[in-house]
């Protein structure tokens, strides 16, 4: 298993608002590089979306979900085994720190293909959202 970790970002809001954002992926194109991202299908549970010189990734949003804890899963359009794990820690009534963790099931030659683009997305969401919240 390949962990990919964003880095942390500093949210001026509570980890209920960003669930209740997040919990509807039509909201999640707004955190995603306009540039890199293509053929955008979404609807309330599910998105997908291709990276500019790679897969099509496929997102559920996972029933196991927590205001703190939003878990997107692979579907079957992805190209392998993944799930994003979005943690967003209260630091007080209008602070939180969040972080995107990936674990995902990359054979060598996918890790090696995957893993800067996949880590540059997820570091470009949690700015996106620094900016968002702010």
């Known amino acids: ?18 669930y209740q954002d997040l ?12 540039d890199k991202i293509s053929d955008w299908e979404s609807d309330v549970q599910t998105c997908s979306f291709k990276v500019m010189g ?8 996972s029933k196991n979900s927590t205001e703190e804890h939003i878990v997107l899963v ?4 992805s190209p392998f085994p993944f799930t994003i ?4 820690n209260p630091q007080d009534e209008n602070h939180s720190i969040a972080q995107i963790i990936c674990d995902a ?3 060598m030659m996918l890790k090696m293909m995957v893993v800067k683009p996949l880590k ?5 969401i949690i700015k996106k959202a620094d900016t968002y919240y702010s």
């Open 54 to 61: 790679t897969y099509v990734i496929g997102l559920k949003f």
């Open 85 to 88: 794990n979005l943690h967003v």
């Open 120 to 124: 540059g997305l997820f570091d470009y």
């Open 1 to 18: 298993m390949t962990r990919i970790e964003s880095e942390k970002g500093h949210l001026k809001t509570d980890p209920k608002a960003v």
């Open 23 to 34: 919990s509807n992926l039509n909201n999640l194109k707004k955190y995603l590089p306009t």
């Open 74 to 77: 692979a579907t079957d359009k």
């Open 105 to 107: 099931e990359l054979n």
